[in-house]
């Protein structure tokens, strides 16, 4: 097989395995090519004469408009493939201009009197920092785009020049030590069989471009740049975040065989995600899903989505000294209701606050910040970005099937108020005579067990309800979402959050409202027998986990998976319910979901 004619074979395979983050799905196996080493660039402090500051100051300032104007040539030349990854380059491009890194570091060389490398090193420094300890990994993982733009900067301080990736000539397998957005772009992408990065986590932009081009990645190596070499043979499992360096031949052949039948199967499922999620007995389960970014819209359309359920719009707040107008946020809004009409778009307001960090909003530090002033209690707190947001929400609705969705609702006042809020929004539209959509869909996120007792009370003041696992989770089991050290007590198969879903559900439909789930635990196949008997009108899930989440629902009927549920809610452990699925699917369920039964 031609994957495997590069391999060299004159002395015992080392078949050493590495163990890294699962960053995007798929097997690779090849050459590799080591894009770059760690920057070991030890950056000096100097003490510069009181004379030399502002020459010093002029050096900094055109080492940031040439990375300027090398962001914005790449960005020029972004290939078709990438147009959907732009707004990363222009937010870094809004990195370079961010005022706390520019003025700050022009300010560090005056006070301090040092060299434009040491003060901007130590500002992005402490930039990073905080971003670092930000719960939300998302967040943490921003703290790279500010260690992107600084490598710009200081290359083109000290003169080294950046990293040619341009010029590979094979197709291989690329190792760094991290991979900026800009360089990814710079990639000729048919010659890359898969990435690999020492540093990086699901959520870092290495992972979101390798999933979103469906090339698989593993990151997170910690040394990987360190062990491999250019032209080394190696095979890469993105799916278990795997990476075997000179495998012997059985090794070889494993994989050989593992990656065919992968590639089999994701053809597979493609080719059949655009058809309707329909069980053996005709149950018929919408699938949507989430999306964070305008951009994002196309994977929900290739994947087979059947609408957007959870827009999260914090995205557009991120790196600005202001919130964006509501003429911006109509136009990203628009975009999407009429890219997915006449399929539903879910726009949540604002879940800013607590772990959801948006630099223009002043906030304050607080000690528990999940339990603190985020989501629906910071928009009524804050009227006038409330309002904006609402206003351009109901302006897309007429252009669209919107519907509006409150994050963290715990009590029924705050959906009072919040609809208030939206009835002030559409009466100053309706006067100023702009159109927007009447009747527009409100649901509440449930993600708080006090939603969830209460579920009766809310379900009278709303369309529908989306249940926020993620967070449900994480209030209801007392784990921190975040939290490496508790995430093996994150279970979503808990037979608390089992009961918890099934309480909201019932509640729903007592009142005759539609309720959907659109946390996390909706896009794993492995969930996917017990959320199927709870009967939800919709599950929303990342665009990609939306063909294998179809295929499966073909494979069962509605009456089997009303009777697992039945059975599971009566198990007192996750382990016992995960059990019973093995017991009902087959021992390597949820691994080769439904494999045995697909078979009866
Ligand atoms: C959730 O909490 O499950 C959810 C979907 O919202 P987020 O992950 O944005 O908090
Ligand atoms: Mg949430």
């Avoid at 015992?12 to 920057?39: F, H, M, W």
């Avoid at 290939?79 to 990854?85: N, Q, S, V, Y």
């Avoid at 052949?253 to 499922?269: C, G, L, P, S, V």
């Avoid at 778009?345 to 607080?366: H, M, N, P, W, Y």
């Amino acid at each position: 097989m031609s994957d495997t004619t590069d391999r060299h074979v004159e002395k015992p395979a080392l078949n050493l395995t590495l163990q890294g983050i699962a960053g995007s799905p798929g097997i690779a196996i090849g050459k590799a090519y080591l894009v770059e080493r760690e920057d070991g660039g030890v950056v000096e402090k100097r003490f510069v004469e009181q004379k030399n500051i502002p020459s010093e100051v002029r050096r900094f300032k055109e080492a940031v408009k040439k990375a300027q104007k090398q962001l914005q040539d790449v960005i020029d030349e972004v290939p078709a493939e990438f147009r959907d990854h732009i707004y990363i380059l222009d937010a870094h491009m809004m990195l370079l201009k961010d005022r706390k890194i520019y003025n700050g570091t022009i300010d560090y060389i005056k006070q301090e009197k040092v060299n434009a490398e040491w003060a901007s090193k130590m500002v992005v420094d402490e930039v990073k920092a905080i971003f670092m300890k930000m719960p939300n990994p998302y967040f943490r993982d921003r703290g790279s785009d500010i260690a992107h733009i600084y490598k710009l900067i200081l290359d083109n301080l000290l003169g080294t020049e950046p990293s040619n990736i341009s010029g590979i000539d094979k197709r291989v397998i690329t190792i760094s030590h991290d991979l900026s957005p800009a360089e990814t772009t710079q990639m000729p992408l048919e010659k890359v069989k898969a990435f690999l990065t020492d540093l990086g986590s699901q959520t870092s932009h290495t992972g979101i471009i390798a999933r979103s081009l469906e090339i698989p990645a593993v990151l997170g190596l910690g040394n990987a740049t360190k062990l491999i070499k250019t032209d080394d043979f190696i095979i890469v499992d993105g799916s278990a975040g795997v990476v075997i360096l000179d495998p012997d031949d059985e090794t070889l052949t494993r994989y050989q065989e593992r990656k065919d039948r992968f590639d089999r199967y994701q053809a597979m499922i493609t080719r059949s995600s655009h058809l309707p999620a329909e069980t053996t007995d005709r149950f018929l389960l919408t699938v949507m899903a989430n999306i964070g970014v305008l951009e994002d819209v196309v994977s929900v359309i290739d994947h087979g989505g059947d609408g957007i359920g959870l827009y999260r719009t914090e995205f557009l707040y991120l790196n600005r000294p202001t919130p964006p107008s509501e003429q911006e946020l109509f136009d990203n809004y628009r975009d999407v209701a009429e890219i997915m009409a006449p399929r539903p778009v879910t726009i949540r307001t604002l879940d800013i606050g607590g772990d959801k960090f948006a630099s223009g909003l002043q906030l304050a530090e607080e000690m528990n910040p999940a339990l603190g002033l985020r989501a629906i209690r910071f928009s009524l707190q804050s009227p006038e970005i409330f309002e904006t947001q609402l206003r351009a929400i109901l302006r897309a609705a007429n252009l669209g099937n919107v519907r509006i969705l409150f994050p963290m609702i715990s009590e029924v006042d705050e959906i009072i108020q919040a609809k208030q809020m939206l009835n002030q929004a559409a009466e100053s539209l309706e006067k100023a005579g702009i159109p927007y959509g009447a009747n527009v869909k409100v649901g509440a996120m449930i993600e708080v067990p006090s939603a969830v007792i209460m579920a009766d009370i809310l379900a009278k003041e709303v369309d529908f309800f989306s249940i926020g696992t993620n967070d449900l989770i994480q209030y209801s089991l007392a784990i921190d979402r975040v939290n490496k050290q508790v995430s093996h007590l994150y279970q979503p198969l808990h037979p608390a959050v089992l009961r918890m879903v099934r309480r909201v559900v019932e509640a729903a439909r007592e009142a005759g409202i539609q309720v959907y789930m659109c946390g996390e635990m909706a896009g794993d196949p492995g969930n996917l027998p017990v959320l199927l008997g709870m009967e939800l009108d919709a599950i929303s899930m990342n665009p990609i986990s939306i063909p294998a989440i179809k295929m499966l629902v073909r494979l069962v009927s509605l009456k089997e998976s009303k009777l697992l549920l039945e059975e599971a809610l009566k198990k007192p452990t996750a382990t016992e319910v995960i059990k019973l699925m093995q017991d009902t699917y087959g021992p390597s369920f949820p691994k080769a979901p439904f494999s045995q039964h697909s078979r009866d």
